[in-house]
């Protein structure tokens, strides 16, 4: 069993930055991989950005050049730092994580994230 707890949604004008946390009950080097992902109203939730537990990172096209990924082993938290936003980013971010490869996904509550025009 995996909790996972996110926050640092706000709202914020187009052009601005936010980091979003996300705190997991075990070591996050332990997890096969830790994703941000996004829902926008009416659409499907989509992949933003992962981490793998050897440090590898992977984004949306749609983000890349804007958001980071990173994590603090010692605090057991995974970060995602979003520069230039667009509302085109506003929606819930949730936080994600698999213990294994093919392993079951466990989820966060998700943090909301607005993008002001």
């Known amino acids: 069993q995996v909790q996972l707890v996110e926050s640092g949604g706000d709202l914020v004008p187009a052009g601005g930055s936010l980091r979003l946390s996300c705190v997991v009950s075990?070591?996050?080097?332990?997890?096969?991989?830790v994703g941000w992902y996004r829902q926008a109203p009416g659409k499907g939730r989509e992949l933003v950005a992962r981490?793998?537990?050897?440090?590898?990172?992977n984004y949306a096209d749609s983000v890349k050049g804007r958001f980071t990924i990173s994590r603090d082993n010692a605090k057991n938290t995974v970060y995602l730092q979003t520069n230039s936003l667009k509302p085109e980013d506003t929606a819930v971010y949730y936080c994600s994580a698999q213990a294994t490869p093919s392993g079951y996904n466990y989820w966060g509550r998700g943090t909301q994230v607005t993008v002001s025009s």
């Open positions: 075990r070591s996050t080097v332990s997890l096969y991989a």
């Open positions: 981490i793998t537990s050897g440090g590898s990172t």
